[in-house]
């Protein structure tokens, strides 16, 4: 009576064990899921409100205006990636609130506030260049010389800009003192999409196919460098 017993016992444990290991095989699987959506992102579309940034030379296209656009599209390609993105900027107005004096410091303020209230894991900001020269073209990234992190991220987003098919040169990555970059702990970097002081860059930038091909370049740098300096499956 006392071997059936234990016979017993004996299963039942081997049936309990092998039940535990299952759990904890479909608990791994199911927590690298939601582990892809605690990386974030946070994406800064440049300028706002009465800041238009550059105005392009040709068309008149405002830097502002591009910078969101652009920077939705971005937020677009991560989404499908299972990367949660936050947005300093949603819609055409500036982050001053109702501010008459020192929009521009309460706007970057702002800014700021909403990167450290996320804790992200990496900040991007979005915007147009312009230069005296009108010849000067190209994707630029900027980052900040203090984060040997945000170079190495720059470094992702420059190559990936570079190898796009309307790339009209090499470009290397910049030291940039920006606010935006040099204003909290997190890696990050500052995207020139290209110059509205250029017929060439303007007339693309302006286009809703180009905007597509750029966001997705740099959504493509972004995932480059997550999948570098992390563990998770991205839904590429």
Request: proline fraction near 1%; charged fraction near 25%; include cysteine.
């Amino acid at each position: 009576m006392f071997l059936v017993k234990r016979s017993r016992i004996i299963s039942i444990i081997l049936v309990l064990s092998v039940v535990a290991f299952t759990l904890c095989i479909i608990g791994v699987t199911s927590n690298s899921t939601v582990d892809n959506k605690e990386i974030t992102v946070v994406l800064d579309a440049g300028h706002g409100g009465i800041d238009n940034g550059v105005t392009g030379r040709y068309t008149g296209a405002k830097e502002s205006e591009l910078n969101l656009s652009i920077t939705k599209k971005v937020k677009n390609n991560l989404i499908k990636a299972g990367i949660k993105v936050v947005l300093t900027r949603e819609s055409s107005n500036g982050l001053y609130g109702l501010a008459t004096k020192n929009r521009k410091r309460k706007d970057m303020l702002k800014r700021k506030e909403i990167i450290e209230s996320v804790n992200p894991n990496l900040v991007l900001s979005i915007h147009q260049n312009y230069y005296s020269l009108p010849s000067r073209r190209g994707a630029q990234v900027f980052f900040d010389e203090g984060k040997e992190e945000s170079k190495s991220f720059a470094k992702k987003l420059q190559q990936s800009l570079n190898n796009m098919e309307e790339a009209s040169r090499e470009c290397s990555i910049l030291k940039g003192d920006y606010y935006i970059l040099n204003s909290h702990q997190y890696p990050s970097a500052l995207v020139e999409c290209g110059f509205l002081s250029n017929k060439e860059d303007e007339n693309l930038l302006i286009t809703e196919e180009y905007q597509e091909k750029i966001a997705y370049a740099i959504f493509k740098g972004i995932i480059d460098y997550l999948s570098t300096t992390t563990s998770y499956g991205f839904n590429v």
